[in-house]
């Protein structure tokens, strides 16, 4: 497996704790909290559509919801004139595949005449733990572009999160960005203060205008939104939850965190299961030095009962491609004896046809290697080491 792959797996289980938003939910919130945008209306059909645009009157524009960026290039945003011509861009954009993500929703807005495009975002910076304000007047095109090769025209500024939003940092922003005009100073300062409300008030991760623009009559408005919000904060924010497009997600990863699995779906045939990421990092490693491809990566947490068991299990076995299981475990405060009774509690209440491969170390590593070699289940193999443990999950996986 290559590292980027890896790496891939790796940011799909960060981006597994975290809600991204469609540009018109975005835009949503945006409204809820008083930043400027354009009105619209979201459509499924083409039909749906042309009604939009009618209820809208005048040119408006036809954009691709999809959870990635760069619609614009790829044909997945058009200008109207009507309704009947926004019927037809509709049809021309339904459907399309834009790097994977098909268009199933569209967002009908009145078309923006732009003077110019800046950029506007909050997010976390990590290693200061402080939410990060960038703000640049080189809007419309990627943010690490602009970090690239204009470097000096991309603003950063930090927030203290205890003292909170300062007005003073608003200006900075601009002043700093070069904006000159006053009206547009005005605005840009009010829905900087906005977006931090936005960003703190829905436990956001990430709110990004890109582009913020300016039309020819010096109004600015958010043409644009990309909005992430933390998982672990959706209880609290019910209406956000609701959100979430479950149809557009692979349905074992929606059934996964239904069940609170982290389970990612990779390309090979052994199915992985273990406890904590690095763990199970490792164990894609090890399966891809014994000459396997990982079917996915399942990460089974602190937990190790029946339960969590039963709940991995379901998901790894539902994966058609899956051919054998590689149970890795490091007993630290799961104990592995814990975790044997687990497995062999899940097999009593599943039938599973793929061969399991278990291998158990740490604490209570040997009571959990008897209790399973006591049951000996058929199709259930025991393991002293990581490495003996996936080259027999691919030798099983290959037979
Ligand atoms: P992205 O490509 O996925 O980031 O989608 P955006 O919503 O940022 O739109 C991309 C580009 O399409 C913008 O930078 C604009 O140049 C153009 N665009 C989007 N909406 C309008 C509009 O209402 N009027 C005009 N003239 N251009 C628009
Ligand atoms: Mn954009």
Redesign the pocket.
Known sequence: MSAARRIAAMFAVTLAAALDLY?YQGKQLFKRYGIPV?DGRPATTPEEARAAAEEIGG???V??Q?L???????G??K?ADDPADAEAKAREILGLDIRGHVVRTLWI??????AK?YYLSITFDRGVKKPLFMFTTH???DIEEVAEKTPDALVRLHVDALEGFQPYQARRLIYAAGVEDPGEQKQIAVIVEKLYDAFVGTDAMLCEI??L?VTPEGEVKA????FTVDDNALDKHPDIAEMRDTAAADPLEALAREKGVTYVKLDGEVGILGNGAGLVMSTLDVIGLSGGEPANFCDLGGGGDAEGVVDALEVITKDPQVKSIFFNIFGGITRCDEVARGILAALERMTIEQPIVVRLDGTNAEEGRKVLADAAPAGLYVEATMLDGARKAVELAHD
């Not at 990635?68 to 790829?74: D, I, N, S, V």
């Not at 043409?223 to 990309?226: F, V």
């Open positions: 540009e354009s040119q408006v524009v954009k691709a999809v990635t960026g760069g619609r614009g290039k790829a997945g945003i200008l807005e009145t078309a923006s005449e732009i495009e809007g419309g095109m890109n582009p623009i043409l644009d939104s990309k």
